[in-house]
């Protein structure tokens, strides 16, 4: 059976495709969702793609979060289910709730379009579970509002509960504790900055994205 | 009317470009710049305390993010 994917989209997503592209050159069905819609069932795997959803207006993924599908995607989520926000993705899932801390303007103000290498810290998410802890992944980042901040406290408890599963090698925005991406407490609840859909193809100059998507899809199955 | 603050110890690059920048346009003896927003609307209620409370319950629920934001909420009664 093929593993079906949910890619969310909102008013002002931009990214929806290139997860299409990806997902489907992995071999996997993608779909895309509107935001009205109030269900996943049926989808194996949800991602929140990058972009302006509704305009980054009052801040980045704070009215995507009162959209109906942001209901269901907490639904998905406390099933068990994957969930992989990338980018504004990762913006939307900290103003719902379902991970902590918040994505904050870049140290140096200026909006970041460029290659990084993300060390992987974690093996233990539905994204990183096929990726070997200490490797150096090469990816895309492009945002402008990318610098995590959180509680020291949050902080502690990422560190403790192994949920950091990203780093960047030389932090470009400045977030706490070169923290690229993060994962919920069971693991299947994902947030990252760059952008693993920018590099699953050698014409886009990396393909180290494609561990993290292949991991994705390869713990989706285990819901059925 | 709710304004919105970053709490004390989030980093405010806006205010310290701001406030980097004021000497060079003749500024002096300014500092602690911070950069917030302010929202305003009517509420309909029936008391102040009623138009403050659905005020305080809408700057926590979406106008600030509590992780990093604090929320002051002013009631103006319209005269």
Request: a negative charge; proline letters at 6%; glycine letters at 12%.
């Amino acid at each position: 059976m093929t593993t079906r994917v949910g890619v969310v989209v909102y008013p002002g997503s931009n990214c929806e495709h290139d997860a299409v592209e990806a997902i489907s050159n992995l071999g996997a069905a993608a779909e895309l969702v509107w935001h009205t819609k109030t269900s996943l069932a049926g989808f194996d795997a949800v991602i929140i793609p990058g972009g302006f959803a509704h305009g980054d207006y009052l801040r980045p993924g704070a009215i995507a979060r009162f959209s109906p599908v942001t209901g269901a995607i907490e639904s998905f989520a406390r099933s068990g289910g994957p969930v992989v926000g990338i980018c504004n993705g990762f913006q939307v899932l900290t103003e719902a709730g379902l991970l902590p801390g918040a994505l904050q303007k870049n140290r140096g103000l200026t909006f970041l379009c460029t290659t990084v290498g993300l060390r992987v810290e974690s093996d233990g998410s539905v994204l990183t579970r096929g990726a070997v802890p200490g490797r150096v992944l090469r990816i895309p980042i492009n945002h402008f509002e990318g610098n995590y901040t959180c509680s020291r406290a949050t902080l502690d408890e990422l560190r403790g509960g192994d949920r950091v599963i990203l780093r960047y090698e030389d932090n470009p925005n400045g977030s706490v504790d070169d923290i690229a991406g993060i994962c919920n407490e069971t693991g299947n609840v994902v947030g990252l900055m760059p952008h693993p859909e920018r590099a699953c193809d050698p014409l886009l100059g990396s393909t180290d994205g494609r561990v993290l998507l292949v991991g994705l899809l390869a713990a989706a199955p285990v819901r059925r | 009317m709710v304004e919105v603050r970053l709490r004390p110890g989030i980093a405010d690059p806006q205010g310290a470009t701001i406030e980097r920048a004021l000497p060079a346009l003749g500024f002096t003896g300014i500092a602690a710049v911070s950069v917030g927003k302010a929202f305003r609307f009517t509420v309909e209620a029936h008391s102040e305390d009623e138009a403050g409370e659905r005020a305080e319950e809408l700057a926590h629920r979406l106008l600030g993010n509590p992780v990093i934001e604090d929320s002051f909420v002013t009631v103006e009664v319209p005269v």
